[in-house]
């Protein structure tokens, strides 16, 4: 069975979830844009979501961290929580 690892940031706005994508492209540390941003509780660990396996988390979510490349930023994805920058850290297929 297919299982990933990913981080992210959730934000209210798009807006917002822009502005951090590009501090974190242009060299912020994802953990420590995660800690000071985020309103989830896992940003308390970086954004870090640990292992997880398709349908575990919401459809929109799953569509991104099952199909992106390893270790690049994506989003804004917006869910029924907000908007999330994500990172898919490591999938095994």
Do not use: W
């Not at 989830?40 to 575990?56: E, V």
């Amino acid at each position: 069975m297919a299982k990933a690892t990913a981080r992210h940031i959730l934000v209210a706005s798009e807006v917002k979830c822009l502005e951090l994508k590009a501090a974190i492209e242009g060299g912020a540390d994802f953990a420590q844009v995660a800690k000071d941003n985020s309103t989830c509780p896992s940003s308390r660990s970086g954004g870090d979501l640990g292992s997880f396996g398709p349908g575990q988390m919401v459809k929109e979510f799953d569509t991104v961290v099952f199909s992106a490349p390893i270790n690049v930023v994506q989003g804004p994805v917006k869910t029924q929580f907000g908007y999330h920058l994500l990172e898919v850290t490591s999938r095994q297929d």
